[in-house]
Nanobody, 122 residues
């Protein structure tokens, strides 16, 4: 069973950038389809981005397309989310998620990290 640990959240001004990372342990990282999902208190989880096992295919929510980039380094067991041109509406807790199966833009994952807070001030 894989364990996921996110890092890189924080407070940033609108228009700024942050890079989130998610380190995986306890499993074979390259066999996991990975995603970033965010949640605002009181609202449902929202798909942000996902990446296939080898990194060859990526998916993005329309709200972040062109601003966020998901990538992975299977040698380092880590997935990243580069977030540029941040907006106040990007404020949320960002979760890393993993599953063995293809998930596309779904939020149905088996394994979740504890989340990292991203706050974008206007």
């Amino acid at each position: 069973q894989v364990q996921l640990l996110e890092a890189g959240g924080g407070l940033v001004q609108a228009g700024g950038s942050l890079r989130l990372s998610c380190a995986a342990s306890g499993g074979t990282f390259s066999t996991y389809f990975m995603a970033w999902v965010r949640q605002v208190p009181g609202k449902e989880r929202e798909f942000v981005a996902s990446i296939s096992w080898s990194g060859g295919t990526t998916y993005y929510a329309d709200t972040v397309k062109g601003r966020f980039t998901i990538s992975r380094d299977n040698a380092k067991n880590t997935v990243y989310l580069q977030m540029n041109s941040l907006k106040p509406e990007d404020t949320a807790v960002y979760y890393c998620a993993a599953t063995h199966l293809w998930r596309g833009t779904s939020t149905d994952y088996n394994y979740w990290g504890q989340g990292t807070q991203v706050t974008v001030s206007s």
